[in-house]
Nanobody, 126 residues
Framework: QVQLVESGGGLVQAGGSLRLSCAAS????????MGWFRQAPGKEREFVAA????????YYADSVKGRFAISRDNAKNTVYLQMNSLKPEDTAVYYC???????????????????WGQGTQVTVSS
């Protein structure tokens, strides 16, 4: 089994930046592609970004493209989401997720992921 723990969320003003981290433990021998999702109040959980196990392939939702960057350090079993130029509409609970495959799903479907963290709150004020 894989355990995922997010950190780095908080309150930030519009235009500011945050970096989220997702630390993985448990099944350390697995080579998992990873993703970030977010869920705002009253809305469905939506895809944000994904990265292959190698870190070479990445995929972003149009809403965050050019502002967010996903990266990983496999030696530390950690995935990051650097968020710049934050907007109030970015306010949500952010979740990291692990996929049993090493490659990215081009659909960004939440059903393509098998393990989930507890989430971390990101609030962007005007």
């Amino acid at each position: 089994q894989v355990q995922l723990v997010e950190s780095g969320g908080g309150l930030v003003q519009a235009g500011g930046s945050l970096r989220l981290s997702c630390a993985a433990s448990g099944r350390t021998s697995s080579r998992n592609a990873m993703g970030w999702f977010r869920q705002a109040p009253g809305k469905e959980r939506e895809f944000v970004a994904a990265i292959s196990w190698s870190g070479i392939s990445t995929y972003y939702a149009d809403s965050v493209k050019g502002r967010f960057a996903i990266s990983r350090d496999n030696a530390k079993n950690t995935v990051y989401l650097q968020m710049n130029s934050l907007k109030p509409e970015d306010t949500a609970v952010y979740y990291c997720a692990a996929r049993t495959r090493s490659t990215i799903s081009s659909t960004g479907d939440r059903n393509d992921y098998d393990y989930w963290g507890q989430g971390t709150q990101v609030t962007v004020s005007s």
